[in-house]
């Protein structure tokens, strides 16, 4: 019956306002923001924000994060410039599923293995999403990532509570931001559809970067000034 009702995940998501009461939802000034529970790299205290909603059975996320990304954190993440911050946006209920299976491997191996096995599903995505077999492979890149089985998916099959948070999520993102498609992204709380080469995201990142220095300048001259 579970798996039923993920393959009819257009259903599910047509009638997501069922599944959040409005007190829950969030605001577009709270999503524009890293909020708690998210998945995150980098640097907390870095100068810039880049949010980015996928969906995990997305074509052309893949692409960012074989073409773009890799970029990103050597050159911004890793120096401290970045913090990148990953949201589902499920599509289906392959890419729906998919989310979950990284979110209960998380329960496992906290963010190191989520981010393992998020890699991994993104890496692999051309085989498991023309599998014909969705669920059984993903459980496959899970365990074969170092995720127990069975803990894996007593999760996914008992924590509506995580689903119905996803759903929500991708909802909000919607209707607060106006995300339609993925991948997209809000790089210090604005909201950018197209970051589809090494150069495209350097000249986004740059741009915030400068916006965000004189702020920092202004804090350590203001610091620097004897009394």
Known sequence: MRRQRLLMAAVIFSAAAALTQPAMAA????????????????????PVTLIEYASLSCSHCAAFHHRVLPTLK???????????????????????????????????????KYFKVLNEIIGQQSAWTQSGGARASLLLIATGAGVDGKQLTS???????????IIAGRKDATE???????PAFVVNGEVVESMTTPDDAR??????????????????????VKP
């Open 27 to 46: 605001d577009a000034s709270t999503l524009k923001v890293e909020m708690p529970g998210d998945k995150a790299l980098g640097d907390k205290t870095a």
């Open 74 to 112: 050597k050159e911004y993440i890793d120096t401290g410039k970045l913090r990148y911050v990953f949201r589902d946006f499920p599509l289906n209920g392959a890419s729906l599923f998919a989310s979950l299976v990284t979110h209960c491997s998380a329960k496992q191996g906290g963010d190191e």
């Open 155 to 165: 999760c996914i099959d008992d924590d509506k509570a995580l689903e119905e948070k």
């Open 176 to 182: 607060q931001l106006g995300i339609k498609k993925t």
């Open 203 to 224: 000249k986004i990142i740059d741009a915030a970067l400068a916006k965000a220095k004189p702020q920092s300048s202004l804090n350590t001259d203001i610091k620097g």
